[in-house]
């Protein structure tokens, strides 16, 4: 073998060696950025053993993926309300890099750059307890709804007159000190939901009603340009590699029990009702719907009424149809309930007097 050929072979599995250990060649120094702290439950989280987490904290993680970045977090031993603000007086001084949960203001603005790009949102909500008959507020049945606030939070208390007006209901404030006193009241059963912010995770409680959202947004101190610049390029990237990220990791510390799928009196009285539901099935529609090799239907929506089944104690029949016109049929005749899967076409469904789910599938 040529002796030049020898030593590229040895070049290049001394290169392949180096990046399977992890060793980085030419590596860029990371640039230190330092990071305000304050331990808010959800967003900026420190454990006993010293680990962080949060929605800010993962998000900062992500960022520094494309920023080549490493944080110094700069923590205030004191309550979060006092740690805020001198954290943001340590940003406006110069004193570190970036903070995060930022709502943007103009008097704010007067005082920091904030990046072009909010990296979330800081909704009201209504929560209820975990057993509250209360599902939504078009569940509530009742001209009035008691709800615990906490004392001087005059916007929030406006923002809930104005979703309320929307049900023609009326809020009751049942003012508290602070959301202990916010639980027991509905504890006590004197009030029937609390407000407070989606940014607040409540495992114990359910949310049902989220409205009036803020975007919150990553700040730096004035004049630091090329921090607002990596920060934006890095969510584009962020947004474009994984459309979802934001959401599932909303999901992840603020979701709650939010998701958890609870039957209003009215939904619970029709499925007392009508325990089987006819279901019509085009049988030949994979992946949707179809008749496998034992001659049993199956597919997406059959799984998916499977699941529906096991939450609602609901039954499906499925009545078969060989076409379409056969199951345009049934519709017109009324021998079933609904059908398994339909084109989104809402000039077709007016025509045939049908109404349409949400979704559950898109392509």
Not at 127 to 151: F, G, P, Q
Not at 158 to 183: G, H, M, R, S, W
Not at 185 to 205: C, F, I, K, Q
Not at 209 to 218: E, K, L, V
Request: hydrophobic content about 35%; aromatic content about 10%; proline content about 3%.
């Amino acid at each position: 073998m040529h002796k030049r050929n020898k030593r590229f072979i040895m070049l290049f599995f001394i290169v392949m060696s180096l990046m399977l250990s992890g060793v980085p060649l030419h590596a860029k120094e990371k640039r230190i950025i330092k990071v305000g702290y304050p331990i808010q439950a959800g967003l900026t989280e420190l454990d006993e053993d010293g680990n962080y987490s949060g929605y800010t904290y993962e998000y900062l993680q992500e960022i520094a993926q494309y920023a080549n970045w490493e944080y110094e977090f700069v923590k205030i031993d004191k309550n979060i309300n006092d740690s805020l603000v001198e954290l943001m007086g340590m940003l406006e001084r110069g004193e570190i890099d970036l903070l995060g949960g930022m709502i943007y203001s103009e008097s704010s603005a007067e005082k920091y750059d904030y990046v072009g790009h909010s990296y979330g949102n800081a909704n009201t909500v209504l929560k209820v307890l975990y057993d509250s008959d209360i599902t939504n507020l078009n569940s509530a049945s009742r001209t009035e709804l008691r709800v615990a606030v906490i004392e001087g939070a005059q916007q929030r208390q406006k923002e809930l007159n104005e979703f309320c007006a929307l049900y023609k209901i009326t809020p009751i404030f049942i003012e508290c000190t602070d959301y202990i006193e916010q639980v027991q009241a509905m504890t006590e059963g004197r009030a029937d939901a609390l407000l407070d912010v989606s940014a607040h995770p409540t495992n114990e409680l359910r949310t049902i009603a989220t409205f009036s959202p803020r975007p919150f947004y990553f700040a730096t101190t004035k004049g630091k340009s090329d921090i607002v610049s990596e920060v934006n390029s890095a969510i584009d990237l962020i947004e474009q590699t994984d459309p979802y990220y934001t959401s599932n990791l909303y999901d992840k510390y603020f979701g709650g029990n939010s998701s958890i799928f609870k039957l209003t009196s009215e939904e619970q009285q029709y499925v007392e009702e009508n325990k089987i539901v006819r279901v019509g099935v085009l049988a030949n529609n994979p992946p949707f719907q179809y008749l496998n090799k034992d001659n049993q239907i199956d597919g997406i929506s059959i799984d998916l009424l499977a699941y529906v089944s096991e939450k609602t104690n609901l039954d499906f029949e499925f009545v078969l149809a060989s076409t379409q016109e056969e199951l345009n049929k049934l519709v017109e005749d009324n021998r079933i309930d609904i059908i398994s899967h339909a084109v989104c076409d809402y000039s077709l469904n007016r025509e045939s007097d049908v109404a349409l789910t949400r979704p559950y599938l898109k392509t």
